[in-house]
C-alpha cells in the first residue's frame, strides 16, 4: 500500500531524476548539472549527493507492494485530474508542503487551481474527478496556448527576486508574473505540471 509520503517521496525522486536527465540532455560539464539542480531547488551539497542512490532505492515501486495505476500525461483527461488531486494530499499531510498543498487543493474545491502543460500547448481548470457531479466526465476541453519548453516557459513565467533567485510565497509557492497568483512546478505522476492559484486575499 502506498502511503502519502511514500507517494511524496516517490514524487521527489522522479522529478530528480528526470532532473538529472535533462542536465545530460544538456551538458556533461558538473557546473551546469549542478546549476539546473539548484535552480528547481534541489540540495546539491557533497553530503546530499552520497546519499541519492540510497534514497532512489528505498523509493523504488518494488519496495511498495502494490503499483499505483497510471496516470494520464493528458492534463485534460480524468485520470490526470484524480492524480493531480492525489498527489496534493499528498503534499498537504506532508510536513513542508503541507501548506502549500492545502492551499492547492482549496483551489481545487474552489475551482481556482490551473493546469498548464506549455510542451503540448494546453490550459485547463483542474477538477475533482472523485466528485458526483464528475464521475463521468473521461474529460474536458482545455484552452489552446502557445507552445514552448520549460525553460522558456519558466523564464517567462516564474517572478525573481533582485538576486536573480526565484520569489516564493511563506507557503513555498512560486508567483507567476504574468498573474500575481500563487504558482507551482513539480510532477503528476511522470509528467511536469505547471499550476497556478489565486493568492489568498489580505484582511484589512
Known sequence: MVTPLQSVRLQSAQFLLKALKETEQQSDTGNSRTALLQRYGIDTSSSSSQTLSAL???????????????????????????GLKKSLE?????????????????????????????????TIKAWDADSAEEKDTD?????????????????AHLSRDAD?????????????????????????????????????????
Open 164 to 204: 536573480a533567485a526565484f520569489t516564493k510565497t511563506a507557503e513555498g509557492s512560486y508567483i507567476d508574473k504574468t498573474t500575481g497568483d500563487n504558482a507551482y512546478f513539480g510532477t503528476v505522476g511522470s509528467e511536469y505540471v505547471y499550476l497556478t492559484w489565486p493568492q489568498a486575499k489580505s484582511e484589512a
Open 90 to 122: 499528498a503534499m498537504a499531510e506532508t510536513a513542508g508542503t503541507s501548506a502549500q498543498g492545502k492551499s492547492m487543493l482549496a483551489a481545487l474545491e474552489a475551482g481556482t487551481l490551473t493546469v498548464t502543460d506549455p510542451l503540448s500547448g494546453v
Open 139 to 155: 474529460s474536458k476541453a482545455g484552452t489552446a496556448t502557445e507552445k514552448s519548453g520549460w525553460s522558456a516557459f519558466l523564464k
Open 56 to 82: 532512489l532505492s528505498s523509493l523504488s515501486p518494488a519496495t511498495t507492494g502494490t503499483e499505483e495505476p497510471a496516470i494520464s500525461n493528458d492534463v485534460t483527461t480524468a485520470s490526470f485530474m484524480a
